[in-house]
């Protein structure tokens, strides 16, 4: 049968940039001259199967130069080669190279023949100048005994099992090891092993299986049981299987016997091993290959594409309107029945509140995939500027929004840039300082009261507030004798075009960025805060909402109409009295508020909605905050506060100024939810007009 | 009025159904194939800065779904809205992509066939009276039909000002 290869195209691809992300944590992660023997394992495992899938799919480039990849990392996997910095920047440069020529063949596009040339020509160099020294023993295989089955006294059957694995079963993935231990779990086993057939450690293919099993299974299971175990093994071993005669005698007979050589497999896999040393490669890339496939057995996950969580979330969204709906049609129902319908709706309710959270969650992923790429950033940037820079990333598990976490990326990359470049200090000044030669930027993210915070921050230099006010000063976005607070100095920062770096370098300091960073965040519905301290560092701290879906609302009426205002951008509701307004230039009306006046913006006025009443005390002040300023707005009233589901007006209509979507009320009515931040403009253009 | 038809598909099939329904003494068509769903008049939500005949957005099975008053549209003389007034959900396709629409009629009357043949280009009457959105016009059982171009009649309230770019996911 024809197999269109091409339709696994965007499994492989997904798989490898995540493998290759894998493989690039690890590699910061080795330790100089002292690698970790997991660590090597879990590269070389990267190198080896998008060899593997790219040889498959035909990528004959990227199957070339991973394959001299894998050359590489098997001569430091068997310890014939120190991992030393050169040689791990080598390979980090390869992932870079691998990801573009994945890249190049997903988009069709041509691949940079010359510059994988030349790095793969550096791997071989590598490879041929590795320092020969012998391989020092790898550590015994840790392999976890399995539960002794306990009852092997009273087995139904007993089983002689020969198993003899053709040399490629190993290339095929699997994992002589695990269906031994699985063996072991199903009674008692006795395990003999003949190596006799390995060969010297010269002429030795770690890639291929030597060994010969013959195994004595005392058990209650079946047949079937039993070949399900080497199902996988099919075509690439020589299986028989037999039954002992007389199994319950010969099980009470065998039971003295057995007793001692029914070790645990792991036992028997140790005691092949003196015998010939060469075995422990073996094993070894078994045993690193075992909790992988373990794991893929238990906490195995799929792939689902966004497009059908996202149709998920829409139906559980109408599942929770229409509930309401039914609860609020049950409050008015009487009688005996009606108690029960109420109880059952109460049930439905959390049922539904449940079912949302748990779908909510399956978008959920942990902010470590934004954070990942951080490390190697840091490195990189540190090298190239001649600090010593460490990175302290902590609550990379916190989880948010697929959607957020894709937005937020960007933002971070600049902060975190910022942060290398301009907050920490050259090692001497640093010294000099008093501090330490190393600089730390830190990463932090963490959950708070239904927000997700991400701090970003160094141990540096600090914003300095006099240069930053003495340069707006000369570009007169402040006046000449104008005193600000500390707030508004650090505000200036996030002005377009805004920069103090003394000189532009290719990182950062063009002055285009932290107002882009600013709105990016502004447009996931979050706030960026600045902490500094001359000569200790500084702090941007980001607070961002778990989901776009959903946002905590206060709903207002005018008049008869209602409208859901995000809780995150209402400072304070205050009721004004009489006389309180002033009138700036016969127009504008202002009120005193905390330090400063703010303005009214009469939301009747706006929306050209008949209100309720006209006189400014006798309705509510809402004090909003969008883009960075404050504005009074005038409603008739505050009804309650709600989550409601984000619905974009735009799906069927378009957008409208000062209104950033919809949602759907209990009674299944529509309530416009108000964009703060448009309302404002809106307001400013008036005044303009 | 070649363009209208092929732009139906109707000239291939030699005929097609249509959806009449009466806006005060007039009877109007439109296309069976674009009608999503046939609903009575519920409340709506006003959307501020819409031109007066965008009546507002309500509720469709969970999507937010606009509601145009066809006899301001039309520049007839406004009807109370009573529980017999019936929204009719259209899909129309505008320079933005495909969209759902709610129109206020009197009240729906027919799906009728309509022959290719008899269908009639609207008479040019001047100035006073604007005809682009009308399709055709068909003579149906001695009553003459309107067949209306809802691409044309609605889709510009969506084309109009959707170029601002969209600022929330939703």
Known sequence: MALDLAQFHDAFFDESFEALDTMEASLLKLTVGAPEPELIGTIFRVAHSIKGGSATFGFSEVASFTHTCETLLDELRANRMNVSRPITDLLLRSVDVMRDMLRAVQHKSPIDAQRVADLQFDLELAILQKNNAPAAPEPAPVATPPAAAAAASKSAYSWRIHFRPYSQLLIHGNDPLRMLRELGDLGDLTVNVDASNVPSLQQLDPESCFLIWDLRLNTDVTREVVEQIFDWAEGDCELRISEESAAPAAAAASAPAVAEPAAPVAKAEKAAEPARPALSVVPTHDAAEAPKQQGLGEGGSIRVSTEKIDELMNTVGELVITQSMLTQLGTKLEGGVAEQLRAGLAQLERNVRELQESVMRVRMLPISFVFSRFPRMVRDLSGRLGKNVELKVTGDQTELDKTVLEKIGDPLVHLVRNSVDHGIEMPNVRTAAGKSATGTVFLEAYHKGGNITVEVGDDGGGLNKDRILEKARSRGLVGATETITDDQVYELIFMAGFSTAEQTTDISGRGVGMDVVRRNIKELGGTIEVRSELGKGSRFIITLPLTLAIVDGQSVSVGTESYIVPLITIIESLQLKAGMVNRVAGQGEVFWFRDRYLPVLRLHEIFGVKPRTTQLHEGLIMVVEGDGRRVGLFVDDLLGQQQVVIKSLETNFRRVDGISGATILGDGSVALILDVAGLVRVAQQRAAA | ?170
């Not at chain 2, 296309?31 to 501020?48: A, F, H, K, M």
């Open chain 2, 1 to 170: 009025m070649q363009a209208a038809e092929t732009r139906n598909g109707a000239v291939e099939t030699g005929s097609h159904q249509v959806l009449t329904f009466t806006l005060g003494e007039e009877t109007y068509g439109v296309d069976i194939l674009r009608v999503q769903e046939i609903r009575g008049y519920s409340t709506v939500t006003r959307i501020p800065q819409s031109p007066p005949h965008i009546l507002g957005v309500l509720n469709l099975r969970g999507s937010i779904v606009p509601v145009v008053d066809l006899r301001m549209r039309f520049n007839l003389e406004r009807a109370e809205y009573t529980p017999l007034t019936v929204i009719i959900v259209l899909s129309v396709e505008s320079a933005v992509g495909r969209r759902d629409f709610g129109v206020v009629v009197d009240g729906v009357s027919d799906v009728i066939d309509v022959a290719s043949n008899d269908v009639k280009p609207a008479p040019e009457l001047g100035e006073q009276v604007s005809t682009e959105f009308i399709e055709g016009l068909a003579a149906v059982s001695g009553r003459m039909v309107m067949l209306l171009d809802i691409d044309t009649l609605i889709g510009g309230d969506v084309a109009g000002l959707a170029a601002a770019p969209a600022a929330t996911a939703a």
